[in-house]
């Protein structure tokens, strides 16, 4: 009980030393502390969103200079008080729409971006000053101090970190790693990503205006280039990497020694300072990519093997240096999974109905004219040569992709154009042709956001609790906290049938999902879908192994170049001579 004790109180009692700093240190000390406390903030804040979610965004100055330009222009008129909440709203707003306009693109393009908004807000506040105003910057005059500054800071990160440690243990900390990890994935397991992503970026937007609001009397003068500074951008996000991410807490070890190496560095080498800030990026990013956070592992783990060499009864010891991974359970069945997975059916009444469904990318026809129903309670099966369009009708089916022309009715309803995050909540679940798992996420929290976000579960723990029974019915209950990189393939597979599963779907959409096991694998993948079946479940299932056809589907259809050139029962459907000369390129007769 101790260690996780001492763990919880660290944070404070750093924060009530750094509080103390003032009453000993003299004014060089508190301008330092006042730096590494600006840029802890702003590094936390930035981590907060870009860590889990992967969003390398550079906007950290246009949300600071909010912030300090909201004290610049409104000091004299509105209390200081005010002007901390009043700011933070102005910087959440602009956060909403940066967000709902640019966080559909990822990777280097969201980077630029997000610095070209800082840079362009920086340059339109210069022309307004200077075309409007007919000055460029103002004078901020106030009676607040330096250590009213510091103190102001400290609680800033104080409550900055409780946010951190918040969202480190709700349903959205936990929905904001799957968008890092897998983006589409976490929208098929009902997270409304968009909403997600908008909202932490407005939260941490906001912390990083407030600390602008708060720095901002410390400068008697406030221009552009100071309050809009690209090092304000780049700063955080170094200090960031360098503490390391895998904590909310992380950038605090990264904080303390970038600002005092750059503050002497600014000192020698003021043209040169963002040359070596540059330079220090990429160095960190080749070298520590992890940031100290990711060296600690090792570090222990190089400890204790140490530790074991150099133990006398070393070679008597029969725990292995790294834990095995644990023995599989048995074969994997779920008829004692407690909530429905689907409903008993005469297979009479219509779930799904797809008419004259099109989809085209470019000038290449994916899907033609398509029609077809699904019944309750059958497994219904889409079968054709590699490229007819087979998985992308299930992208349609499941929002992923929306048609050009056709509608999809579900359960009476219309859903097309609906989101995948929507239509995973209504109740259609999918796996993918290609397995989508979280590899650094264990098993547990794979399955766990489904039943939350789904709507099934009162609380995350309620939840956890559901995924975990889940996992125990299909044969992983050896692998609920084995993070996901560990498994193997048919364990992954399984792995992907639990998300789905957990949404509690009326409909079941299987991609080639007996693809890529061996003999005996597929055996057991045949009967576990014939175990869904048998509860009621409704499946829709591409599979290539004619054998699984058969067995396992009650109609299917054939499609070829984006068409249904068949349609029936399986043993008919695949005596169809169309079909044959589809799969063998047979000539047709003479």
Excluded at 12 to 40: K, Q, T, W
Aim: some cysteine; hydrophobic content about 50%; overall charge positive.
């Amino acid at each position: 009980m101790m260690r996780p004790i001492a763990r919880t109180a660290t944070l404070p009692a750093l924060l009530l030393v750094a509080a103390l700093v003032p009453l000993a240190g003299n004014d060089f000390h508190i301008a330092l502390g006042i730096s590494i406390l600006m840029y802890a903030t702003l590094a936390i804040a930035w981590g907060l969103f870009a860590g889990p979610t992967k969003y390398i965004g550079l906007a950290t100055a246009a949300f600071f200079g909010v912030g300090a330009y909201t004290v610049g222009l409104l000091y004299e008129k509105v209390p200081m008080l005010a002007l901390y909440p009043l700011a933070a709203v102005i910087a959440a707003l602009l956060a909403l729409i940066v967000g709902l306009t640019t966080l559909r693109i990822q990777g280097m393009y969201f980077t630029i971006f997000t610095f070209g908004l800082a840079e362009l807000i920086r340059q339109l506040m210069t022309w307004y000053q200077r075309n409007v105003t007919g000055s460029v910057g103002l004078y901020i005059i106030t009676d607040i101090t330096a250590r009213q500054i510091y103190w102001a800071l400290t609680v800033l990160l104080g409550l900055t970190l409780l946010a951190g440690w918040l969202l480190a243990r709700s349903r959205y900390g936990l929905a904001l790693l799957m968008i890092g990890e897998d983006e589409v994935a976490a929208r098929h397991s009902g997270v409304r990503t968009t909403a997600v992503k908008v909202l932490t970026l407005a939260g941490t937007s906001a912390i990083m205006a407030v600390t602008g609001a708060i720095v901002a009397p410390r400068w008697t003068y406030l221009d552009p280039n100071i309050a809009f500074n690209p090092t304000l951008s780049f700063m955080p996000a170094v200090i960031a990497l360098l503490g390391g991410m895998q904590r909310f807490w992380g950038p605090l070890a990264g904080a303390i020694p970038l600002v005092i190496l750059f503050d002497q560095l600014n000192a020698r080498f003021p043209t040169a300072y963002t040359l070596i800030l540059g330079l220090l990026f990429m160095a960190i990013v080749f070298v520590i990519p992890n940031g100290i956070l990711g060296l600690l592992p090792k570090i222990e783990r190089k400890r204790m093997a140490e530790a074991r060499l150099t133990t006398p009864a070393a070679s008597t010891l029969s725990e292995p240096l790294a834990p095995a991974m644990p023995a599989r359970s048995a074969t994997p069945s779920i008829d004692g999974i407690s909530g429905p997975v689907g409903k008993l059916s005469s297979h009479g009444s219509t779930l799904l109905e797809v008419r004259s469904l099109r989809k085209t990318f470019g000038g290449i026809v994916a899907v033609d004219d398509l029609s077809f129903e699904i019944r309750e309670g059958e497994v219904f099966g889409i079968i054709g040569p590699n490229g007819s369009g087979k998985t992308t009708v299930l992208n349609l089916i499941s929002g992923l992709y929306q048609p050009d022309r056709g509608e999809i009715v579900f359960v009476g309803h219309k859903i097309t154009g609906k989101a995948p995050e929507e239509i995973a909540r209504l109740g259609i679940a999918r796996t993918f042709q290609l397995v989508r798992i979280y590899p650094a996420l264990t098993c547990l929290d794979h399955v766990t956001p489904a039943a939350l976000f789904a709507g099934h579960a009162r609380s995350l723990s309620d939840a956890r609790e559901q995924a975990r029974q889940l996992l125990e019915e299909l044969g992983m209950a050896a692998y609920v906290h084995v993070p996901a990189g560990q498994l193997n393939f048919i364990d992954q597979k399984r792995l992907e049938l639990a998300r789905a599963l957990a949404l509690r779907p009326k409909l079941l959409l299987l991609d080639e999902w007996l693809a890529g096991l061996n003999p005996s694998e597929m055996l057991i993948g045949m009967e576990l879908i014939e175990s869904l079946r048998g509860r009621g479940m409704t499946i829709v299932l591409i599979e290539h192994l004619m054998q699984a056809v058969r067995r396992l589907c009650d109609r299917c259809i054939v499609m070829s170049f984006g068409q249904k050139i068949a349609e029936g029962l399986p043993g008919e459907v695949l005596r169809d001579r169309e079909v044959v000369r589809v799969y063998l390129g047979e000539a047709d007769d003479a």
